[in-house]
């Protein structure tokens, strides 16, 4: 038998097994559609990155709690709707007075009205032709979420809820805020208690959520910012590392919020225009870098302090910024080199 008849063979192998597979998928499987007044949805391991629709609900509590490859809702009125991570889009058209958890790549309204939602959005959120929307950090935990990010491709520092781009853009109409700085999940959406979810323990408070609370595009509480930049160390620990020192900072310093964070790459000559040195240069070779924004009176000096008492218990590479002039120009700098990079 000759190596191309073999070749053959196999390729056509391939193409039955994949067809198969697609047998076996039941499309219903991967919907919710015209319910009304009822808790459901799915559990882990159910749905596995597949697309997934919800479509033509009403007072309907609904909860996926696995990631998706990307979904639709659509015409649903006065629901609550969680939804495990997106690696794609997450589209929304002609929905009103619904509650809203979800953590994707990109997000999208369209003809929707009286929409909260609570976001971890990779890129820039859009709306379209849409009103009376409302905008918080996303705040969620449950054991299996942190990987259902890591499957999905998402990052819990590459955070653009409050960022929000109107396609509708009216001078004399505002079609979007935020919500109270002090809304909380279980306040708008409840954690379920039905027998189909008993298995998943829910959190909702922000010391357990994978992703981390920032204050925003919300106004700054003082003058004073500090950027902290913690590098790769070629295994990827660096994303460990800054949320240690996040939880660290805040419990032990309550005068100070975190504003913003971005996971991003950067070449040699990004890292001497943002830091101001070259001394950082072979760090963002190694991979990606974790960037913090902390704000608060006297957070340049308090956030010096905590770096190096966090340095003796978990070695690792970072920048801090030592004064307040610089600290504006390079939160300026990184901030702006980020957007560019989302961008492209």
Known sequence: ????????LRWRACLKK?????????????MIENQSDLTLGRIPGQVNGQQFVIQNCKNCNIYVFDYIATINIDDCVDCNIFLGPVKSSVFIRDCKNCKIVVACQQFR???????????CCNTQPIIEASSGMKFACYQYHYPE????????GLSVFSNNWGTIHDFSQDPDEQHYSLLPEESKVSDLIPIPSTEQFESVSVSTSQVDSVVPLTLGPRRKTSDESSLVVFFNDGRNTNSIRARQFIDQLLQNQPGIVLVQTRDITMEPNDALRVFGTENFASFVQKGAVIGLEFNGDGCIETVQSA????????????FCSESRSEAEKQ?????????????V
């Open 1 to 8: 038998m000759s190596c191309l008849h073999v070749l053959c």
């Open 18 to 30: 994949a067809r198969d597979k697609r047998k076996e998928i039941n499309v219903k499987d991967y």
């Open 109 to 119: 309204t369209r003809d929707c009205s009286k929409i909260d939602v609570f976001l």
């Open 145 to 152: 979420l942190k990987m259902q990010f890591k499957m999905a």
């Open 307 to 318: 770096l190096r008492a966090f340095q003796q218990e978990q070695i690792c590479d970072y």
């Open 331 to 343: 939160i300026e700098d990184f901030y702006n080199y980020a957007d560019m990079q989302m961008a």
